[in-house]
């Protein structure tokens, strides 16, 4: 059972360069969701999804797409970097159910927007 | 406009003794909040939660506390032991399944032996 798993670990971009984060979970779980963590920002959320082919904006959208075409994967597309999108950014998934929304990382993609 | 505030960006504590983590928020429609801990280079993995419609939640040597009328929040580590030492992140979530979870910004704890 391998959970939430991110890849690249580490990617370096240059401003205007497209590129796709990868995340998949194998735990079943219909709630999927991107953040991104900046020094004294805590946590934001991108992008999230709700099941295969449902998808909403969190606070910071703008500069991200997203997809979901199946339960497993949840793939993040940068389609023009911006050195303002230089970030830490964390994959979650969680069941979909009512109560505490307690959400399962991946251990992150760090990158960087020259 | 930060919904969840963690005011305090570090402490410093001593082995045994207790750590106390405060959060803030400012949004009443928030209906559960959640403490994670964070350590270098891994992603957060969830601690406790709490509903907002109780005021303590136990588990263990973590406790989290509730206060609606002030919308404040604090975990309590007793007593606290070298491996607390992570950041901390506060965070609460509304909407329907609670789609939306709003962290605040983060409290370094570092518990010293």
């Known amino acids: 059972n391998a959970g939430v798993t991110q890849t690249p670990k580490f990617q370096v971009l240059k401003t205007g360069q497209s590129m796709t984060l990868q995340c998949a979970q194998d735990m079943n779980h219909e709630y999927m969701s991107w953040y991104r963590q900046d020094p004294g920002m805590g946590l934001r959320l991108i992008h999230y999804?709700?099941?295969?082919?449902?998808?909403d904006q969190g606070e910071v959208p703008n500069g991200y797409n997203v997809s979901r075409s199946t339960t497993e994967d949840f793939p993040l597309r940068l389609l023009s970097a911006a050195p303002s999108q230089t970030s830490v950014y964390f994959c979650?998934?969680?069941?979909?159910?009512?109560?505490?929304?307690?959400?399962?990382f991946g251990e992150g993609s760090r990158l960087t927007v020259l | 406009d930060q919904q969840v505030k963690q005011n305090s960006p570090s402490l410093s504590v001593q082995e045994g003794r207790i750590s106390i983590l405060n959060c803030d928020y400012t949004?009443?429609?928030?209906?559960?909040f959640l403490w994670y801990k964070k350590y270098p280079a891994e992603g957060p993995t969830f601690l406790i939660s709490?509903?907002?419609?109780?005021d303590k939640n136990e588990d263990g040597r973590f406790t989290v506390f509730l206060n609606k009328s002030a919308k404040h929040l604090s975990l309590h580590i007793v007593p606290s032991q070298p491996g607390d030492s992570a950041v901390y992140f506060c965070a609460a979530s509304m909407g329907e399944y609670g789609n939306k979870l709003v962290f605040g910004a983060g409290t370094i704890l570092r518990v010293k032996s």
């Open positions: 949004n009443s429609m928030f209906d559960y």
């Open positions: 999804s709700v099941g295969a082919g449902i998808t």
């Open positions: 709490i509903s907002s419609i109780k």
């Open positions: 979650a998934s969680r069941l979909l159910e009512e109560g505490s929304g307690e959400l399962f």
